[in-house]
């Protein structure tokens, strides 16, 4: 069992989801049900599948549930540029939330790679 706290890439998800609340606490209330629902979970699927993950027996569940943050951190992405086209994130919030997100999708890729 890994301890999921000293994952770099657990750390890294964790911050991303504490970021970007305070963001979506002024979206108007058309938001809260859908986009600002779904980039909250999103956000914090990433590292709680990473833990989630750090409690399997085998590489091949660690793995899987990999894959589950992988593909939650390629949502959070696609709501966060929603969200900069509806106009509730600025042009330079989405570009530092891309690129963040972006290192957690290669660094969780790269932890799937060294599992196979």
Same mark, same amino acid.
């Given at each position: 069992? @890994?301890?999921? @706290?000293?994952?770099? *890439?657990?750390?890294? =998800?964790?911050?991303?989801?504490?970021? $970007?609340?305070?963001? &979506?606490? &002024?979206?108007?209330?058309?938001?809260?049900?859908? /986009? &600002?629902?779904?980039? /909250?979970?999103?956000?914090?699927?990433?590292?709680?599948? $990473?833990?989630? =993950?750090?409690?399997?027996?085998?590489?091949?569940?660690?793995?899987?549930?990999?894959?589950?943050?992988? =593909?939650?951190?390629?949502?959070?992405? &696609?709501?966060? /540029? $929603?969200?900069?086209?509806?106009?509730?994130?600025?042009?330079?919030?989405? @570009?530092?939330? *891309?690129?963040? *997100?972006?290192?957690?999708?290669?660094? *969780?890729?790269?932890?799937?790679?060294?599992?196979?």
């Amino acid at each position: 069992m @890994r301890n999921f @706290r000293e994952l770099e *890439v657990w750390q890294l =998800g964790m911050q991303l989801a504490i970021d $970007i609340y305070p963001c &979506t606490e &002024t979206w108007p209330d058309i938001h809260r049900f859908r /986009l &600002t629902a779904q980039i /909250l979970a999103s956000s914090s699927a990433i590292p709680t599948n $990473i833990a989630e =993950g750090c409690s399997r027996s085998s590489d091949r569940d660690f793995k899987r549930y990999l894959e589950y943050a992988l =593909g939650e951190a390629f949502e959070f992405e &696609t709501q966060t /540029l $929603i969200a900069h086209a509806y106009k509730l994130l600025s042009a330079e919030e989405c @570009r530092e939330f *891309v690129d963040r *997100v972006q290192l957690i999708q290669r660094k *969780v890729a790269a932890f799937i790679q060294s599992l196979s």
